[in-house]
């Protein structure tokens, strides 16, 4: 088999174990319909269609270039906004362009070739021009979206703007020698919040129990991409590295100014006041909901409509509008316990 980054690619030490039959209808009774043919991973922790297992070895040894540009985030913590946020930081002569072509299109989600079913992801018609133009020649099984990213051509294009879930782990330990990277944190209440509608959404997932449920599900790291430490502390370590950018969710809300300015100056950009300004409002909750509504992200996966839409709320504090004491006690329980050791406070209210 041809693995990524052929030459340099060292060995994949990353484990992949099928989740046993009686896990995963353990997980199907708490309400995970959607949760058949898993696997999970050594190192990270991470629950994953079983797809991932062949994939492993491409993920790991992915040929990132010098410029390019990965968000890496645990779900549902500020990925899409970032991805505009760059996207427009780079494209600044060009922000129309994003009212023709959905943010899911304009960047790589190299994790959807091993958590959305193939013939799901042969059904969305752009992923598969873009497909067939730049890999006349490629397989389809080998991965529709690693082999699209990787024929970009270099040099005459922007920087690739590369999305994933998968932690640091599951990646060659030098990545952030070879690239850099933009970690988004968010704090795991109102991440969980987020990721409970998300399940109800998107039919990979197909959630139908209750939040309750899902939340102790979240905690124990029984939903895709495992637990929320184990994606988090590695890159929280690894935060004084010079080509990894840390941010807080809250903060780019609370002083979405200041946060552009610093991400500006770890790209490498020089951005005026007005050209940062222009990046917040081009990349505003209010302008991506609005878009989405007029060229729609494609999810590679079937939606649930009456469950609502991806911009749900976009705010700081919803935890505690839909939480009881007793599952508040509970969260904060862990969080303390995982979030002190590591240094890490987090903000839960829209004015901390
Ligand atoms: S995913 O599916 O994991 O890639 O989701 P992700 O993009 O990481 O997170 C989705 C949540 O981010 C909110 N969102 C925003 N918040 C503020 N400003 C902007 N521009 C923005 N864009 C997306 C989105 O509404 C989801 O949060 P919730 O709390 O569900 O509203």
């Keep these: 088999m041809t693995e ?38 050594q190192p990270g922790g991470m629950l994953m269609k079983a797809r991932y297992k062949e994939m492993a070895p491409r993920f790991y040894n992915f040929d990132f270039r010098p410029d390019d540009i990965v968000v890496m985030t645990y779900p549902k913590c500020g990925t899409t906004w970032m991805q505009e946020i760059l996207w427009g930081m780079t494209h600044l002569d060009e922000l129309d362009e994003a009212d023709r072509l959905a943010i899911s299109n304009r960047t790589h989600f190299i994790d959807s070739d091993a958590l ?28 529709i979206i690693l082999q699209s990213c990787r024929a970009q051509p270099p040099h005459l294009t922007k920087p690739r703007i590369i999305k994933t879930h998968f932690p640091l782990s599951l990646y060659r330990p030098d990545l952030l020698d070879r690239c850099r990277v933009v970690y988004v944190c968010r704090n795991p209440k109102d991440a969980c919040v987020s990721y409970h509608h998300h399940c109800r959404l998107i039919n990979t997932y197909r959630f139908e129990g209750s939040f309750e449920a ?137 004015c901390e």
């Design 4 to 41: 990524e980054g052929e030459g340099q690619a060292g060995r994949c030490p990353v484990r992949v174990q099928e989740l046993p039959p009686e896990e995963e209808a353990r997980l199907v009774t708490l309400g995970f319909k959607g949760y058949t043919g898993l696997v999970r991973t």
């Design 116 to 143: 959305y079913r193939l013939e799901d992801q042969m059904k969305d018609r752009y992923v598969m021009e873009r497909f067939r133009s730049l890999c006349p020649d490629g397989r389809p099984e080998q991965g």
């Design 214 to 350: 899902f939340t102790k599900s979240f905690m124990a790291g029984d939903v895709f991409y495992g637990r929320f430490w184990d994606h988090v502390a590695p890159a929280w370590e690894r935060r004084r590295h010079p080509h990894l950018h840390f941010v807080f969710y809250e903060d780019l809300q609370l002083h979405g100014l200041q946060q552009l300015h610093e991400l500006g100056r770890f790209l490498g950009l020089q951005l005026s006041r007005e050209q940062l300004e222009m990046v917040a409002k081009h990349a505003s909750f209010p302008q991506m909901k609005a878009r989405d509504a007029r060229v729609p992200m494609v999810l590679s996966s079937s939606t649930n409509g009456a469950v609502g839409g991806f911009f749900r709320k976009g705010i700081t504090g919803d935890w505690s509008n839909v939480a009881s004491a007793e599952l508040d006690a509970l969260m904060e329980e862990w969080v303390q316990e995982h979030a002190e050791p590591l240094g890490i406070r987090f903000k839960y209210a829209p």
